[in-house]
């Protein structure tokens, strides 16, 4: 039996939910799942999932495997499954087996989507599932002697055709086949045809759900986050992830994010809604791809000084930010952290502990002019926030003159100085009467 959920937790977890439910609307997903998850007792329960995404305004397309309900018709046909380099030789027989898995596996998907029960949670649902020839593909051909016969590559995605489907409020539905303009039909891969949609269509996320966690080898721990670089390096360096079945979705994430694709995830699809999890909470489930390596945020080190007093200079002339000394911010530097592009420092922010008070105060955030606008500030004040909460303090405060209201609209209120910590409040410099804002933290969920 499930645990009640006390009404107090359940308002605190949907007003948690908010900010995402905001960011994913009118975004882009691509999810591609395996044939071995339809066949899975709680398929409806990700079907479900799926439809909710829809409704939050979500333009999803679903991308589903077969493998495992073709090699079951083949072998009820006394057939045995050919593979080579782990990909299907698709004979006669085979593409028989694919057309009819496939055809069925849509169907079921379809049926799932369009259940709306009054007693179930699809009720109301009403959604519109698209399905169609938005894949051309080509043989693969003849590799190393080997003729694959019906087993192709994706050759193009119909990306308007998708879009139009899209725009109306419906969910795509592809399989995992293509069809050539000679009329023929191919066998792909399911994760093929999901990254190059999603790169096709420039995705905001690739979804990859899995049969396996994302483990590293060397600690067996799960990996929460990779850049590209890194994912590559960990594919090549470390043999049990390059042997486990996680690989291909690796590689697959690796794909998408180099060719533009913002994010690829990887989820154990048997984590019971993995996606909403992993979409709807701060910490997630998954394993999350970027490509980062161009910006990084990281702890500011003492060769950033310069960097960080370049950026804050025009701020300090202008009376934005209090003025600091290069001996201060020295002093001071593990206490920032910094986004570096290209080189450049064009981001930074420092946390300022008050420990006996359990307050710590947010500093010097600063954004370079010419990245302002896209949430770099945002993720300062996240990244601070979380490490804030590890270090176990409870109230964050900041000090503005111009910038209270940006501050208002990510949770902090207004208070007095008597408010502030009694060192901060020695040091507070009333000629400049900055405005006092806090916020309070929610302790950390891990
Ligand atoms: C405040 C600052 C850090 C925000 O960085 P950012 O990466 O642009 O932040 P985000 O992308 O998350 O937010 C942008 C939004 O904040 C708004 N915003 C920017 N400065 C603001 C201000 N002073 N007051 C209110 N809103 C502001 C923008 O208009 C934009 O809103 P919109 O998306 O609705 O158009 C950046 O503008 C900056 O460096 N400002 C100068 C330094 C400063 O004021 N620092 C605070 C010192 S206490």
């Not at 394993?287 to 007093?309: H, I, W, Y």
Request: proline share 4%; net charge negative; glycine share 8%.
């Amino acid at each position: 039996m499930p645990t009640p959920i006390s009404p107090e937790a359940y308002v605190r977890w949907f007003r948690d939910s908010s900010p995402y439910i905001h960011a994913h609307r009118g975004k882009t997903f691509v999810v591609s799942f395996g044939g071995e998850a339809v066949a899975d007792s709680g398929f409806p329960n990700t079907i479900h999932d799926f439809a909710m995404l829809n409704s939050l305004g979500v333009r999803l397309v679903l991308v589903h495997g077969i493998r495992p309900q073709v090699d079951a018709r083949l072998k009820s046909r006394g057939v045995e499954a050919h593979y080579h380099q782990g990909l299907r030789i698709t004979d006669n027989t085979a593409l028989e087996c694919v057309k009819e898995a496939a055809g069925t596996v849509r169907v079921e998907i379809e049926a799932l989507l369009s259940q709306g029960l009054a007693n179930s949670p699809m009720a109301g649902a009403r959604i519109r599932v698209a399905s169609g020839n938005f894949v051309t593909a080509k043989p693969v051909g003849v590799r190393d002697g080997v003729d694959f016969q019906h087993t192709g590559e994706v050759r193009r995605i119909d990306v308007d055709g998708i879009r139009g489907e899209l725009d109306r409020g419906d969910i795509v539905l592809l399989s995992a086949i293509g069809y050539s303009p000679t009329g023929e039909v191919f066998n792909l891969s399911a994760e093929q045809v999901a990254t190059s949609a999603a790169i096709a269509l420039k995705a905001d996320k690739l979804l990859l759900l899995t049969e396996q966690d994302c483990l590293s080898g060397f600690d067996g721990q799960l990996i929460r986050q990779l850049t590209t670089g890194e994912a590559e390096v960990l594919l090549k360096n470390d043999n049990s992830l390059a042997d486990s079945e996680v690989a291909p979705h690796l590689k697959a994430a690796v794909e998408a994010c180099c060719h533009g694709v913002r994010r690829a995830h990887l989820l154990d699809r048997h984590i019971d809604g993995a996606v909403l999890l992993e979409l709807f909470t701060r910490d997630g489930v998954g394993t999350l791809v970027s490509k980062t390596a161009f910006e990084t945020m990281r702890p500011a080190t003492v060769q950033d000084v310069s960097g960080v007093l370049d950026l804050i200079a025009p701020l300090e002339q202008n009376g934005v930010l209090v003025p600091r000394s290069r001996e201060r911010l020295e002093t001071d530097i593990e206490d920032f952290i910094v986004i570096e592009r290209d080189g450049l420092i064009i981001g930074c922010a420092a946390l300022h502990v008050f420990k006996e008070e359990r307050m710590g105060e947010l500093a010097c955030l600063a954004l370079h002019n010419d990245y302002r606008g896209e949430k770099r500030g945002e993720r300062l004040l996240e990244h601070l926030e979380a490490k804030a909460r590890v270090l176990h303090i409870e109230r964050l405060f900041v000090l503005t003159t111009q910038t209270a209201h940006w501050f208002r609209e990510r949770g902090f209120e207004p208070a007095r100085t008597t408010d502030l910590p009694e060192a901060r409040r020695a040091s507070y410099n009333s000629h400049r009467a900055s405005k006092v804002l806090i916020k309070p933290l929610k302790p950390s969920l891990a």
